[in-house]
Each structure stands twice: as structure tokens, then as C-alpha cells.
């Protein structure tokens, strides 16, 4: 798929596939976006706009809700029915639903069998496929970047342009080859490499870009890894991260609800294996990292740049020369109560979290009851399992994991974002410490006061049974 | 949109690089469905003590002397994290018109824009100095023309902002973005004849 013989990136194919109107001096371009997932919380200003200007959802075909942020997680009543306790909630939740039926919108409500976390059930669906463009008003949507396609967060009225016009304004990103060589080892996950990567680049070191991810490290990843590497991209500035889709890619899509079947099936695998990025394309920036060289990662401040190997000291703001950072780190260390140098391994915490749209689909709650099976959650600490969507909570407990997770002493949850972004009621107090798979670790993120060590679902695991901050490869060998 | 060609008025700073949207405003604000009243919600977790209600005697808003600063001064790479608008909505509730800092994230410098706050990036020398001016004197007033695109200090150094050239349109003439969408529609018609649907959430 060259243009004009010039090579491509995976980025350049997908962003021409989709431009509208090219972008000039006076204007940025326009962008024909695919699909758009909506939920409760940055959606409702959007649906008030087009009533105001009496416009209609120009695709309803092509947006789909779902609620996620602001619901409880608590278990269904008698009646199968997740009350919502919080008036607002319910108000936002009761708009939402009204928005969606008045404009045509298929949306899964709370409770409702195929609900979940945005950027868990548009793949789960089949929806999610390579070579789109996905928004969402969720800086997360760059999860879906994970099948090569587009996707990328937009702000509430991108939403209504989208919702009223299928299209946005875009002045074109640079592109950056992330390259992740080498194979992980034993106890090291999808979570470490981004954990690195952004301990590397820094949280504003993407601002610009869209990412590409490449090299053996990601190629052998499952797309559930693929996607939690993705999904953290904007951690790292960047507003979108891609992986050229292959055969782990179509794998996954084949035989899921909305996904191509019989002859369309075989023609949408040949235009897909068009879309990875031609031999001599040329990104703006390259980075690389080894795979082989990366362990179990954890942060230990108050933003996703701010990781470590979990078996590290926390950095000295002495030793920081730029004046900026060295504020910010001495600010980020008081926040998290924690000394200069201080080992994080052995550090007391309260509370683990296993969920978000980083790491809470069906590979990720096997990872962590594998870990727990046979054991017990540490006595003072309480250990949350969030599924990120209902099928995932259903599919869970029909391989018995939501019982593995019961007897060690674990809460499990309905689905939704919960614990990572507080918004429903599961928070941390303050003060508390928490081993999270989420991925924000800024202040007052899990709760007003919480402090959040943000790492892999198997450090996680193994910090719950330990009672501290622990190094899941020491209790791998001892297994 | 309200038209926006000039700004003028005193600064505050908050030195802090990497402020985020948690920061600029808290997830729990965000369960509301219309856009008012978020200017209460501004930095909730650093201008209210523990109760959420005492104003924290620490925190630069609350020091009556700025009262009134209508252009914030920030550490690098402001409004990173997640995507909500109601990050610029409680920003402007607050009663700021610009934002100063030497870079953005991107999703909030797009919502910034769209709203009317205009974000100013100016090298790392230029904030030094805001930060100092702010410091030493709460009455430190700049001025920002938008048509220029230039922020003018009180020596009456005018140092240039980047702005794209829509945005720019936009903010002087008060217009949103959505207007000149809606007028693509016949473009968007044949665009979409074009191509193929790539999913039906329909179906």
C-alpha cells in the first residue's frame, strides 16, 4: 500500500485512509472518524449542545455507550439490580440513558450483561478493528491503538463535533518508533515495558506524537498485553500508541460480535495486512528499549514517569540538577511520605486494586488468581478485583476465579472503572497506600489523600499476599 | 464562544511542573451534566484543607493579594492526564482567561481553545521571570494580544506565543469550531460514499 512509491507508517496509512479535507496553513484537517464510544461523565455538556442547536447524531450506527466511570461496583440486590446509592451518579446515569435512546445511540447500561469499561468491551465486541479511527471522550482510547488502529481521546466538544458531524478538526502528530527488543523475562509483563517506557521519556515526552510500538517484546505479546501497553501511551504525552495488527490481531477479532465473517472476513485480513508500516518509512523520533534487560516495574511518585524496578531505592531530589524536577520530586515525596533512597520493597500498604481499563480483562485476573490460588490475602490488607466489563466477569467466574480470588480473602466486583479513577465511592482513605494496576498515580487520583504505587497485576498479587511491597519473582521460585 | 482579542490582567503563579487534570479539578467533581459552577471545584484538593471546605491559608489562591489574577502562571506541561473539559471549564469558572506555562498536553491545550481560555507558551527564561514577578509584586499585570499573539510584560518586553491560525480565527471572532464541520456535509457525504462502513454498532 505505497503511495506514489514513497513508504508509509502504520500512523501515515491509517490518518490519509481517513482525511476528509487535507490539512493547509488556515486550517487543520479533517478527520473521518469510524467509531466513537461514549459514556456517562464526558458526554452529557455534548448531547446539551446539539439539543441546544436542535442537531441530530449524524451516525448513531457508528457511536455506542456505555456506563462505566461514575457506577458502583457493590454487589446486585435481590432483584440482579447494582443500586446506586450517590444522587448525582444516578442523575448522570439517568441523562445518559435518555441521551442515548433520544438520539438513536445502542448503549449498555449498568448491570446489562455485555457492560463494561469503554475501552474494555470495544474490543471485546469486535468492534475495535485495524486500520480505524476511534474516539472517545476518555484519554484512554489509545487502548485500541493495540489492533493498529487510530484512537485517541477527545475532550467533551470534539464529542459533540463528533456526535453532530462524525468528524474533528486535527492538525497532523509526529510519529515515534517505540522499540521494545528482546523477550521478557519470567515475572516481567506488558505493564513493566510501559512502566519503563514512560520512566524513560517522561510524562510529557510524547506530547505530539503517536506512538508506534514495535520490535520482538511487543510482537510476542498476547493483545491483551498489546492493549495495556497502548492504553498507557498518554501517559507518556502521547494521545494515541499503535501496533501493527498480525495474526495475533485477527485471531483475536475472528468470530466476535460485530467483527467481518465469510468473504468479508478474508477481505478485510488482505486490507489489514496492508496497514503495518513499509520497510524504509521514516518516524519523526525513535526511542528503544531492551525487553530482556526489564524487571517488575513500580512508581513511586505522584505521576506515571515517576517508576522504578520495584527492587530499587527511590531517587534522592539532591541528586536531580534540574531545579524544576528536583521541586517536583521533593513535592511528590512528601505527598507519598517517603524518604530519599527509601526501598520501596517491605513497605506496608492497605489496599491493592486489580482492575481499570489498564489491566482487567480476562488474562490479567488469571495472572493474579494463578498468584493467589492456595494463599491469603495479608490480614490488614484488602485486596479489590474489579472485571472490566460483565463478559469479562462472567467468563471469570465460569473458570472459577471469582471463588480463587473469595477464598484468599479478595472482594469481587461488579465492572467498572472504580478504584482508578474514585469516582463511584471505591477510594482510598487518606493516607492509605495502595498497590494499583490502574494507571494514574497522581495525587488524590484513588481517593482524596490516597497514595497509589502503580505496577503489574502479578506485583500486585503478590504485594496483597505478602502485605508489603514485594517482587513477584520472589514468590515465583518459591511456588 | 465569547470573542477574545485581548487580555489584560494580573498573574498568580503555581510553579508546579506536570499539573495535571486530577489536579485541576478532582474526578468526584465531575458527575454533574451541565458545565456551571465548576470555578468552586479549581484546584479543590490544594485549596481546601482536609474538610474540603477550610481554604488552605498555603495555597496561592487563597492569598487575598491575587485575588482577582485573571492569567495563571504554571511549571511545565500543564494540564496533562485525562481528557476532561471540565478541567478548562473550572479553570475559567475561576475567573483565568490564559494560562502560562512553557508547554501543554495536548487534549487540554484542544479543550483550552474551544472554550476560550487561551493557553501561552513561552520559554523557560520568561515563566522564570513571571514566577519572580508574581512573587515580588501580586499587582504584576501582562497584557496578551491574540491577534499579535503576544504577551507583554510589565518592561514592555512583548515576547510571541505560537497559535495556530483556526484557533486564532475562532477566538477572535467568537466562533466554535462545529460551524465550519457542519458546512463540510456535502464533503462528508462523498467522502463516506467512498469508503466502506468499517463497523455498525447497530447491528
Redesign the interface.
Known amino acids: 500500500m505505497r503511495d506514489n512509491g514513497k513508504p508509509r507508517t502504520l500512523f501515515e496509512k491509517v490518518w490519509n485512509a481517513h482525511t476528509v479535507r487535507e490539512q493547509n496553513d488556515d486550517t487543520p484537517a479533517v478527520l473521518y472518524i469510524d467509531l466513537h464510544l461514549v459514556h456517562e461523565v464526558t458526554s452529557p455538556q455534548a448531547f446539551s449542545m446539539l439539543r441546544e442547536r436542535s442537531l441530530a447524531v449524524r451516525r448513531p450506527d457508528q457511536t455506542i455507550g456505555t456506563m462505566d466511570h461514575s457506577t458502583p461496583t457493590t454487589p446486585r440486590n435481590k432483584l440482579g439490580i447494582i443500586p446506586v446509592a450517590d444522587a448525582m451518579a444516578a442523575k448522570q446515569l439517568d441523562v445518559f440513558s435518555k441521551n442515548c435512546e433520544d438520539f438513536g445511540i445502542p448503549m449498555y447500561a449498568l448491570g446489562d450483561e455485555h457492560q463494561g469499561i469503554v475501552h474494555v468491551i470495544g474490543p471485546e465486541k469486535g468492534l475495535t478493528q485495524p486500520g480505524m479511527t476511534i474516539v472517545c471522550g476518555d484519554s484512554h482510547t489509545s487502548t485500541h491503538g493495540a489492533f493498529g488502529a487510530l484512537a485517541f481521546g477527545i475532550g467533551t466538544s470534539e464529542v459533540g463535533h463528533v456526535l453532530a458531524t462524525q468528524t474533528l478538526l486535527q492538525n497532523k502528530p509526529q510519529t515515534m518508533a517505540v522499540n521494545v527488543e528482546g523477550r521478557l523475562s519470567d515475572g516481567v509483563t506488558a505493564k513493566d515495558i510501559i512502566l519503563a517506557i514512560i520512566a524513560k521519556i517522561g510524562i510529557g515526552g510524547g506530547t505530539g506524537y503517536v506512538f508506534e510500538y514495535r520490535g520482538e517484546a511487543i510482537r510476542s505479546l498476547s493483545m491483551e498485553g498489546r492493549m495495556t501497553v497502548c492504553n498507557m501511551s498518554i501517559e507518556g504525552g502521547a494521545r494515541a500508541g499503535m501496533v501493527a495488527p498480525d495474526d495475533t490481531t485477527f485471531e483475536y477479532i475472528q468470530g466476535r460480535k460485530h467483527a467481518p465473517s465469510g468473504v468479508d472476513w478474508d477481505a478485510a485480513v488482505a486490507r489489514w495486512r496492508d496497514l503495518p508500516t513499509d520497510d524504509g518509512a521514516e518516524f519523526d523520533q525513535e526511542i528503544t528499549i531492551r525487553a530482556d534487560e526489564l524487571t517488575p516495574m513500580i512508581t513511586y511518585g505522584t505521576n506515571p514517569g515517576m517508576g522504578m524496578p520495584v527492587t530499587a531505592a527511590v531517587p534522592k531530589p539532591e541528586d536531580e540538577t534540574d531545579v524544576n524536577k528536583k521541586i517536583a520530586l521533593d513535592k511528590a515525596l512528601t505527598y507519598m511520605d517517603l524518604a530519599p533512597g527509601q526501598q520501596l520493597l517491605g513497605k506496608a500498604i492497605d489496599v491493592v486494586f486489580i482492575g481499570s481499563c489498564t489491566n482487567s480483562r480476562i488474562s490479567d485476573l488469571r495472572l493474579a488468581a494463578d498468584f493467589v490460588k492456595g494463599r491469603k490475602v495479608a490480614d490488614k490488607v484488602r485486596m479489590m478485583v474489579v472485571p472490566g466489563s460483565q463478559q469479562v466477569k462472567q467468563q471469570a467466574e465460569s473458570e472459577g476465579l471469582d471463588e480463587v480470588f473469595r477464598q484468599a480473602g479478595a472482594e469481587w466486583r461488579e465492572a467498572g472503572c472504580s478504584m482508578c479513577i474514585a469516582m463511584n465511592g471505591d477510594q482510598l482513605q487518606p493516607g492509605q497506600y495502595a498497590v494499583s494496576t490502574s494507571n494514574r498515580n497522581f495525587e488524590g487520583r484513588q481517593g482524596k489523600g490516597g497514595r497509589t504505587f502503580l505496577a503489574s497485576p502479578l506485583t500486585a498479587a503478590a504485594s496483597a499476599i505478602a502485605g508489603v511491597v514485594t517482587d513477584p519473582r520472589t514468590m515465583m521460585s518459591a511456588q | 464562544m465569547e470573542k477574545l482579542s485581548h487580555i489584560q490582567g494580573s498573574i498568580v503563579s503555581i510553579?508546579?511542573?506536570?499539573i495535571?487534570t486530577?489536579?485541576i479539578i478532582?474526578?468526584?467533581f465531575?458527575?454533574?451534566?451541565?458545565?456551571a459552577g465548576l470555578g468552586k471545584a479549581a484546584f479543590c484538593?490544594w485549596r481546601y484543607l482536609?474538610d474540603?471546605e477550610t481554604p488552605n491559608p498555603e495555597f496561592i489562591l487563597n492569598n487575598p493579594d491575587y485575588n482577582g489574577a485573571s492569567v495563571l502562571v504554571a511549571?511545565?506541561?500543564f494540564g496533562?492526564?485525562?481528557?476532561?473539559?471540565h478541567a478548562p471549564w473550572a479553570l475559567l469558572g475561576a475567573g483565568f482567561q490564559a494560562v502560562v506555562s512553557t508547554?501543554f498536553?495536548?487534549?487540554f491545550r484542544?479543550?483550552a481553545l474551544?472554550?476560550g481560555l487561551l493557553p501561552v507558551v513561552v520559554d523557560a527564561d520568561t515563566q522564570q521571570q513571571l514566577f519572580s514577578l508574581a512573587d515580588e509584586d501580586p499587582s504584576t499585570t501582562v497584557s496578551v494580544d491574540v491577534e499579535a499573539q503576544t504577551l507583554t510584560l510589565p518592561d514592555g518586553r512583548a515576547v510571541r506565543f505560537p497559535l495556530?491560525?483556526?484557533s486564532k480565527?475562532c477566538l477572535l471572532n467568537g466562533v466554535?469550531?462545529?460551524g465550519?464541520?457542519?458546512a463540510?456535509?456535502e464533503?462528508?457525504q462523498a467522502?463516506?460514499a467512498r469508503?466502506r462502513?468499517?463497523?455498525?454498532?447497530?447491528?
Do not use: H, M, W
Request: aromatic share 6%; charged share 35%; net charge negative.
Open positions: 510553579p508546579v511542573n506536570d495535571d486530577d489536579q478532582p474526578a468526584r465531575l458527575k454533574v451534566t451541565d458545565k484538593d482536609e474540603g511549571g511545565d506541561n496533562c492526564g485525562s481528557s476532561r473539559e508547554d498536553a495536548d487534549i484542544n479543550n474551544k472554550n495556530d491560525g483556526f480565527y466554535d469550531q462545529l465550519y464541520l457542519l463540510l456535509d464533503e462528508v467522502f463516506e469508503n462502513q468499517r463497523v455498525v454498532t447497530t447491528a
